[in-house]
């Protein structure tokens, strides 16, 4: 069966330090890879998707950048955070006609 | 671009009664839509895929619809209970997965 992995689940770190966010997906192959965040109380904002090793979408421009070194690791980056960053990140996997599945989500705070 | 938006916002409603949260999308070239739960502070929980060729889905008390041409698609949630208050979303699958903004239900016993 297909599983999502998605670390860590809590994290607080001070303005202008580095972030790595790690997403692994298990029993797909070439499946779609997403990057979500998710404000306190609002929806989420799809920040970037990956349809194969290497392609990375952006969908807004912000202070974090995505990366897909393998077929099914998903990895959110940033050089240096801004108290902005804080918020709710979720890892997604697709395949067209099978649906989404997500990860448990790394709560981020920037202090 | 691709919209979709998810109408009321909120519902309080006493334990119950049937519900219908309603989801609608300005681009009907999807591949798929798909309903899901979230609680509080958690992840997402999938509930219901329908494929663009389909015209509902049920699981349990839970039944959605969709209409592609018209853009819409509908939960309906029989019978609720206090344990079904979270957030639902909806989502659209193109190339990539677009998510309405959800509606916030509260069933009180």
């Known amino acids: 069966s297909q599983t999502i992995h998605q670390w860590p689940a809590t994290l607080v770190q001070p303005v202008g330090s580095p972030l790595s966010l790690e997403c692994t997906v298990e029993?797909?192959?070439?499946?779609?890879l997403y990057w979500y965040r998710q404000a306190a109380g609002r929806g989420l904002q799809l920040l970037f998707y990956?349809?194969?090793?290497?392609?990375i979408s952006s969908e807004v421009p912000q202070n974090l950048s995505a990366s897909r070194p393998q077929d099914r690791q998903f990895i959110l980056s940033s050089k240096k955070l801004l108290l902005s960053d804080s918020g709710f990140y979720l890892c997604?996997?697709?395949?067209?006609?099978?649906?989404?599945?997500f990860g448990q989500g790394t709560r981020l705070t920037v202090v | 671009k691709q919209e979709v938006t998810q109408i009321p916002a909120a519902l309080s409603v006493p334990e119950g009664e049937n519900l219908v949260l309603n989801c609608s999308f300005t681009?009907?070239?999807?591949?798929?839509l798909q309903w899901f739960r979230q609680d509080p502070g958690k992840g997402l929980t999938s509930l219901l895929l329908?494929?663009?060729?389909?015209r509902e889905q049920t699981s349990g008390r839970l039944n959605a619809s969709l209409d592609k041409s018209s853009g819409r698609s509908t939960l309906y949630i029989a019978a609720s209970q206090p344990g079904d208050s979270a957030t639902y979303l909806c989502?659209?699958?193109?190339?990539?997965?677009?998510f309405g903004t959800g509606t916030r239900l509260q069933v009180f016993p």
């Open positions: 681009d009907s070239a999807i591949y798929n």
């Open positions: 989502a659209v699958n193109t190339d990539k997965l677009i």
């Open positions: 997604a996997w697709s395949v067209l006609v099978g649906g989404a599945f």
């Open positions: 329908i494929q663009s060729s389909q």
């Open positions: 029993g797909t192959s070439n499946p779609n």
């Open positions: 990956s349809v194969g090793i290497g392609q």
